[in-house]
């Protein structure tokens, strides 16, 4: 209970911008990535299998990010997921990022569960609820 | 008060294997009408912000809801206005729709910053006063 699913990712010279900093949809990318991996070795559901095998989704309801420090290339993005809250659908993931310890983004990223064929939102398969319901965060 | 408005074809590359536009795209839309707006609107293209200026505007926060998934072909229809202008931020708000039916709607603030320092800076006067007339009115319901 009150897992953390935690990974680290380089931020690559593609990532940034004229700027020198992470271009910050890219920051959204390595997000999605986080969750991906979060499937498929946290929640040991493989990610391209929900998505190609059993025809379900994990569109974006809403996101919601606070950006704290910059990033930039060479730097090492490490990720934390927790899940704040899991509804019916719904899974809002709760996604802290640092670099050498000091705060990049905070986000709140909402995303349900969704048939490609019916084009809606289903319910989570138990299955995978059981196992997200390790990960949800206290409080 | 003014809103300014572009449209984006969704094309092939925006679209992920689920069939629906990958959400990370939407946030490289938001960023193109900002991009848009300074060049067109304010004046200032980000060429010149950037690299001859060295200011910049980078996001503060961002929350957009996704209302309806969009799909390979359609246009989408985006608009910015200022929901807040303060000193060195600016508070945009971002609607996407594609024909009547909403698809996405934002709330994305950005502030100016040395790019030298990274310390955040007044927005000059003359920026300010081209921003503006985009500003909404206080009565509008927030993004």
Redesign the interface.
Known sequence: MNKVFTVEYPILFSHCDPAGIVYFPRLFDLLHRAMEDWFTFGLKERFADLIMKKRLGTPAVSTQVDFVGPATFGDTLKIELRVARLGRSSIELAVHSFVEGRPCFKAKHSICIFSQETRRAVPIPEDLRSRMQEYVADG | MRVFTIERRIRFSHCD????V????F??MI?AIVEDWFDQVIGLPFQEM??QRRI?F?????????FR?CHLGDMLRLELGISRLGRSSIEFRIAGRVDDEEKLRGRHKVALVS?DT?RSMPIPDDLRAKMAPYVTDASGDRA
């Open positions: 294997p689920a069939g629906i990958y959400f990370v795209n946030f490289d960023n950037h690299l910049g980078p996001i503060v926060d961002t929350d957009c809801q996704f998934p790019l990274f």
